[in-house]
Nanobody
């Protein structure tokens, strides 16, 4: 079992920055790929960014050059972060942390709200 706990959401103005964090615990050795997804009101969930166990990254076109995903391991946890710069109102959504194990099991966090508004 992998447990994911997100933090760092909030209300910011357009152009400002925010950092999301996701602490993974439990069977962390089973984690392969980790990523961030988001879902805006009335829209489908979409991929924001992913990072493999080897450190390869992939971003949605809409966030390339503005968002940076990172992943670090310490003791019995893995910390996944998403640094978001130059935020736009279109970035407003609930952001979810995701971990996919080597057995292809999907694990999800509870979600954290990001609101970009003036």
């Amino acid at each position: 079992q992998v447990q994911l706990v997100e933090s760092g959401g909030g209300l910011v103005q357009p152009g400002e920055s925010l950092r999301l964090s996701c602490a993974a615990s439990g069977s962390i050795v089973s984690i392969n790929t980790m990523g961030w997804y988001r879902q805006a009101p009335g829209k489908q969930q979409e991929l924001v960014a992913v990072i493999t166990s080897g450190g390869s990254t992939n971003y949605a076109d809409s966030v390339k050059g503005r968002f940076t995903i990172s992943r670090d391991k310490a003791d019995n946890t893995v910390l996944l972060q998403l640094k978001m710069n130059s935020l736009k109102p279109d970035d407003t959504a609930v952001y979810y942390c995701n971990a996919v194990t080597y057995m292809r099991r999907n694990c999800w966090g509870q979600g954290t709200q990001v609101t970009v508004s003036s």
